[in-house]
Every structure is written in structure tokens, then in C-alpha cells.
């Protein structure tokens, strides 16, 4: 178990080291100039003299990673005018926000968590127990539902269903707010006002693949011998389809689960620009489009982070769960 | 379509062996030989939403194919605008976006295009870049598979590793970054930008980060297969790298791939709408699903059936592709069930 973790860590870490460095190659040392993009408008040359200073591009590429990396883990020391000390974990300054890109950070992370988690728990939930109950009922008109509605939101767009829904409750039956983010701790009611479109939406086409698949897997196991013993010791149906079935079933669903959280997290662009919410999605876009490149870099970081983390997780669940795994 | 050269041959066989009977009146059982080609094919033919996805999937290649023939024939380019049929604030005139004789979709509020045509057009690029990443993004995931698979040890763990590393890159993040690098690498900032450049652009994102899941199951089937007396066989044989690979794996292992292709098509439909919907893919002159869609939010209000045309049409395709998909693999994997 200790074993299999510190490999799997080890593992993450070369991950994301090779993430870090290509993406500091990508944006860093390609040949267009970083400067011109970050410095706000009308700047002279002196002034960008004096960035390309402060950010140490006149050193070898392969110092500027190591300030960088070093930066992250213990601090450096940023230019006067990029805030003078930064301390660890230091992610660089933004020149186009004027402000230190962990700011940045602090500030839209919340937004992107108040939709995923909340949508997570939704597209789970109905996922798995639309997949259940028309595994259970197979064949009925019920289960036809469930799979139609699993195959119309496999190929529905997140764009398309967020505008259409924003339409019909925002414009149409004015029953919601415009949707936008306010703080869960401010407001609860107002906070989930401004999200439930961007929840449904998200868990209506991410739970398609959570129907089908718990459909299939529930289907495969109660074939199995340890379902018809555990019926024959005259278990109680719940119990046998809620826990001994439920369980084996749920292994290649962590998987996933596991996978689409973790790229969730990483920023939800599409969500969060259709519903016009600033969560690190957008954020990312908007920095690509203004060519902030400390915090392009410091947002695929993080992502691939989210990945990784969400990789080694889904392993450990799986010993959870399954007792037939074994990790090593 | 022959799934596994061995079986099929000797259905071949089957069939001419079969005993004339000997001088025995009566009707004589004559064995017919059927590949598992051959059954998959007839499986198909007998499952009706394989057929109605199918021809409808035919339709849109068709008019994909056919989009210049269209144009002549309904007699507005995808270019035109027609701004006299609009009202002061830029939205349609008449019912629904504007749908009347000439405009069968209506037109576009702001610069006055036909959308019917536009969305002709809009299939035609969608189609082109899906295929041409499904392609690419599958041969070389069935290289890198085989490899894998059939070579193990560090070749297997390198190719693994790069597996694990492109699935670690956050994939609309990267290619939000990537294409106006590339972009400004080859074309100054001011300069036009062809469209084929922009269409290389977003097919070699999709290769970059495609091959992964292809890769990824090639390696499982063929590490099942590696084993196999006929492998093995071929190996005694003296028979090259190259030959085992593709002449004794690959025809075993064509089915899934089938699927898995079939499948990767629409994901690259609905990521090729994605990207040019935040604007690193197509823009704006060219006609283009996701473009229509960004640009419809705008007027989401005033002119809703701007967000519904192109938003049907990428469902429909989308679907048709998901359904003879599913169909596909019920077809070629009875074992399967949905």
C-alpha cells in the first residue's frame, strides 16, 4: 500500500514536471515575445526594457525554469513592480491584472468549485440511479427512458443546453436571477440562485455516460454466482442490489468519476463561458487572449495538478472498494 | 471487412468441404461459410437503428460532399448578406429568424446571411476536420498500441508514460494557448490567416492529444493476443516486426478499432464546435457550428432561432454518429449488450 502511493506520487511528480517544463518551452521560449503581450498598452521601449529585466528573460532558458520551480516551492524575490517578494507557493505576477497571479487564484478557484461540486453530487447521483433502476426494470418503458435520455445527453451540447436553459427560465419564465456567482457564505440562497442553471446543465449531459455505463456494469454483475448465492441466503433485495451489486459495479465508474472531476476542476471553460461565470476556465481563456503568460502557465499547471491528484485518488478508491484489488 | 484472416479462411474452407453427399437422395445440408465480416454485416443490416443512423449519416456526407452543387442550386452563397431584410436593430424581419421562401433557416441578425446555406458549409468543415482527426489520431494510436502491446518491457512503459502525460495536460487549456502561438509563429499579427491553416492547426491538436484512448485499448487486445499459438507460430517462422504487427495482430483487433472510431468522430465534431465556440478555431467569415453558436448568444433574447438551427444540427449529427456507433459495436461484438 505505502509502496504502490510513493510510486504512483513519484509517478504524478515526473508528470508534472514534464507538464511544467513543455508548457514553459511553449510559452516561454517560442519566439514570439512575451513581453510586448504583457506589457499593458502604450508602452515605450524602455518600459519593456525594464520588464524583460525584472523577468529575467536576458538569462538561459533553463535558469528562467529554475527560478520558476524555485519559486514555487520556496519563494523568490520579483521585481519591484511585480510586488517585490513572492512568497512560496509563488506562481508569478500578472502585468495585465496588476496583481499576483496566487491572487488571481484565490479569488476565481471558489467560483469553478461552487459549480463542480455541486454538479458532481447531481450528475452522480442521477446517473447512477437512472442506471440502476433501468438495469433493474430492463426492458421496461422505463428503461427505454433512461436510455434515450442517456443517448440525447451524450450528444447534447453543454453550450447549446446552457443557452437554451438560460432562455426558457432566465428570459422566458423569468423564474430565476441572470446567472452569476455570489459567495456561498454571503448568501447561500442567492449563491445557488446564480449557479442551479450551470449544475443541471453540466450534470444533464455528464451524467449520460454515468446511465449507460452503471446500466451495463449492474446488468453484467447481477449475472454473476455471488449475486444468486447472496439471493439464496434470503438477503433482502435492497441489500443485495444496493451493496453487494452496486459495489462490483462501481469500480469502472470511479474511474471516470474520478477522471471527469479532476478535469472539471482544472476549470470548466465551456460552463463558465456560456453561463458567463469567472471560474478559472474563463480566467484561462481571457489570459490566453490577452497573452498573460504567468497565469496561462500557473492554470495549466494547476489543472494537470487536479489530473494527477484525481489519478492517484481513483487507484486508492479502487482498493476501497473492490476487495479483489490488489495495489502494488 | 474481414475481422480475423485466420477465422475467415477457414469459413472458406468450411464451405467448399462440405460433403456433396453420397448418392443420398433427399436435400442435401449444405454448410454455408460466413465470416465474422460477414455476420457482422448481417447483424447490422437487421437492426433498424443501425440502418436509419446510417442512411442519415449517408445524407450529411452527401451534403457535406455536395455543399457547391447546393449553393448553385439554392442560389445564395454562404457569403451574401441580405442586411435589406433586416429591421433597425439588426434582427430579421418576419417570423422565426426570418424563415420564408427564400431563407429556409432564415438569416442571420446583425450581418444578414442565409443560415441555411452557412450551416451546409458549417457541416462540410465539421465533417472534414473530424474524419481527418478520427484518421490520424487512430493510426497513430494503433501504431503506438501495437507497439506497446507487442513489444512490452520499456518500450511499453515509455509509451505508457507519454499515454499518462498527454492525459495529464488539461486539453482546452493547452489548445486555447497553443493555436494563437502556432498562429503567431507562422503569420504575423495583422496578417489574414487562411483557413486551411487554422483547419491544420485544430487537426494536429487533436492528433497531439487523440491517440491516447485508441493507444490505450490496442495495447489491451493485443496484449491478449501476444500469447496466441498463431503469434507464436509466425514468430517461428522467422517473420519480421512489421508482419507480425500488421499482418497477424492488426486483422484481429479491427473490430473495437472500428468502434472507437466510429465514436471519435462526433467527439471531434462537438470539440471542433468547442473550440471555434471560445474562438481558437475557426472564426468568423468561414461558416462554422460552434462560431454560429458563440455568435447566437448575443442575441439569445431577440432572435432565438439563431441558437436553435445550428444547435439541431450539431445535435442531429452528433446523435446519428453515437447511435450507428452503439449499433457498430452490438453489430460486431454480440456479446455486448447495450
Redesign the interface.
Known sequence: MVRFLIKRLL?GV???T??SV??FL??FA???DPVSAMCPKNCNEERLERVREELGLRDPKHEQYLNYVKGIFVGRDLGSAQGGHCDAPCLGYSYVNSESVLDIFSRVLPVTLSIVIPAAIIWLLLGVGLGMVSALRKGTLLDRMA?SFS??G????L??VG??L??VFV?QLKILPVPGYTSLFENPLKWAGGLVLAWWALAFLFSAIYT?LSR?QM?ETLSEDFIRTARAKGLPRSRVYGRHALRAAATPMVTIAG?DVG?AL??T??TE??FGLQGL?RT??EA??L?DLST?MA??LV??LF??VA?IVVDLLYALIDPRVKLG | MSLSAESASLAGAEATAAPPGDGEPGPVKEFVGRSPGELAWARLRRDRTAMVSGATLLVFFAVALAAPLIEKLYGIGPYEQFQQKLDGFGNPLGYAGGISREHWFGLEPGLGRDLFIRLIYGLRTSLLIAFAAAIITSALGILLGILAGYLGGWVDAVIGWFTDFALALPFLIFALAVVPTMTLRFYGPRDAVPDSFKVTVIIAIFAAFGWTSTARLVRGQVVSLREREFVEAARASGARLGHIMFRQLLPNIWAPILVSFSLAVPSYVTGEAALSFLGVGITDPTPDFGVMIFDSIKYLQTDPAYLFFPGVAIFVVVFAFNLFGDSLRDALDPRSSR
Open positions: 509517478a515526473l508528470t508534472l514534464a507538464v513543455v508548457s511553449m510559452f517560442l519566439p514570439r436510455v443517448l440525447t451524450a450528444s447534447l451540447q453550450y447549446f443557452a437554451v438560460q432562455l428570459y449507460r451495463a446488468l477522471l478535469s482544472g476549470g471553460v465551456i463561458t456560456t476556465g484561462a481563456v490566453v487572449r497573452g496561462i492554470m495549466v489543472s494537470a489530473i494527477v489519478n
